[in-house]
């Protein structure tokens, strides 16, 4: 009885083994040498082996680049909550941090303590710079089938200063439309200086305030230096998003924009003028206004 | 009935685009009075400020006579100037006059140690540069308002509809900014 089974069993791996090679062949649509499609899944294999590599090293070379760059500042590390704060408390606040359809989060951050010039004083304030992800949905309809949907994953570089006051009413100064542009469909609050208000959409609650902010120094600032760039107030969070010109070349993937941001985000505090921070009852830098650390930053 | 549809839809729409057009003058005129007010209520808030910084100043410093009876004197020019019927160039003016008596008023302290070291001085003094920073907000959004009412004033086709309906020229409040002459250099 146990040769019969061992011949069966052969013969069924023959049957089995033959089943494969042809829809291997039918995968390839080829008629060619029966070890084709053999060599066609170790070429896939080395293809995948050699861009999990690439991916690793990109990621560990992200991750020393980003240490390098925490390492120039004293006191800043990699951070899981930006400024100590969850991106739950971050999704949908600005519209630099949205919600998408899938998931949603930061990534790359690192924050610490950075001297800001607010009203002519230097303020100690919580800064962070990080990429913020999101995932949006796409559903591609062919005719007779059933849409395929996919998640395309989209990215937004912040940095993030936590201000040593409380803005109550949000305001958010970002790109305007192209229709905007032209003037066919400006929305938002309109300004002094034309070239701002072709280039911005300005949205908040308590106009005197808009207007407090947007003095004409930060008007004419922000039209030269910031066009694509979108800087929110929400409570104590001052964001500006977007790609700065400028890369550190001697560090690696989005470190490279770190720095660039940071200055930028210095730049913009330090011009926002004393009367806006006047308004918030900004009473100088005392110790109580220094914000304390995060609550439990995380190294990663 | 064709020929009457082809004459009256085209009326219609014209009556219709009129009508909105004078409803958002309208508007514009509302806002363009709220945000006066608002200056006014600044301006009056500045305005009483005024006596107690002036004796404030008196009880260090006597001998400036001269200044306090300047700032005292625009002052009361300020007052006058408010009612409507005084032109908004004459108001400004006036302002302005009452800045710069302030400016000198407060540049005294600079020669006085124990003035400038005064809680009260001191308390006064934000109070002012906080009133004056919302001056020129304020004055700010009025102009605004006066800029786009202008602007479809003059602009085809709302010009026919000002003009049918004889909405007046606005003019703007152009003043002195008062918060950048007296705003403490040094952070509170």
Known sequence: MAPEVSSTVDAGSVVLSDRATHLLLAVTGSDGPSWLPWLMVGLFGVVMAISWTIQRHQRRELHEALNRFVDRHDGWHLQAWPCGVHADQLVGRFEATPRGDRRYGVESAVGGPAEMEISGATVQCQVACFVWFHERRRTQRSRGRRGRTTYDRRTELVAMCQLPVHTHRAVSIRPESPLGRVGLSRSGQQLESEAFNRRFRVEGRDRALVVTLLDAGLQELLAADYGERGIELSDDLLVLSGEPTHRDRSLAGIAQTYPAILQDLTRLVRSIPPPFWRALAFEGPTPDTAPPPPPSPQDR | ?188
């Not at chain 2, 009326?11 to 219709?16: E, P």
């Not at chain 2, 958002?24 to 509302?30: G, H, K, N, P």
């Open chain 2, 1 to 188: 009935m064709e020929y009457l549809l082809a004459i009256a839809l085209p009326l219609v729409l014209v009556l219709v685009g009129f009508v909105l057009s004078y409803n958002r003058f309208v508007a514009q005129l509302a806002s363009i009075d709220a945000t006066w007010a608002n200056i006014e209520g600044e301006l009056q808030r500045r305005h009483d400020l005024v006596p107690n910084l002036v004796e404030t100043v008196r009880g260090y410093a006597r001998h400036e006579q001269r200044v306090l009876e300047q700032v005292t004197e625009a002052r009361a020019q300020a007052i006058a100037a408010v009612p409507t019927t005084v032109p908004i160039e004459q108001q400004a003016r006036a302002e302005d006059a009452l800045t710069q008596g302030l400016t000198s008023l407060l540049a005294i302290s600079e020669s006085y140690p124990e003035l400038k070291s005064d809680a009260v001085f001191r308390d006064l003094q934000r109070q002012l540069v906080e009133t004056e920073d919302r001056i020129a907000a304020a004055r700010r959004l009025y102009n605004l308002e006066v800029a786009s009412y202008e602007r479809r004033r003059r602009s085809v086709p709302s010009n026919v509809v000002a003009g049918v309906v004889g909405f007046e020229a606005r003019r703007m409040f152009e003043i002195r900014d008062p918060a950048a002459e007296h705003s403490p250099h040094v952070p509170r």
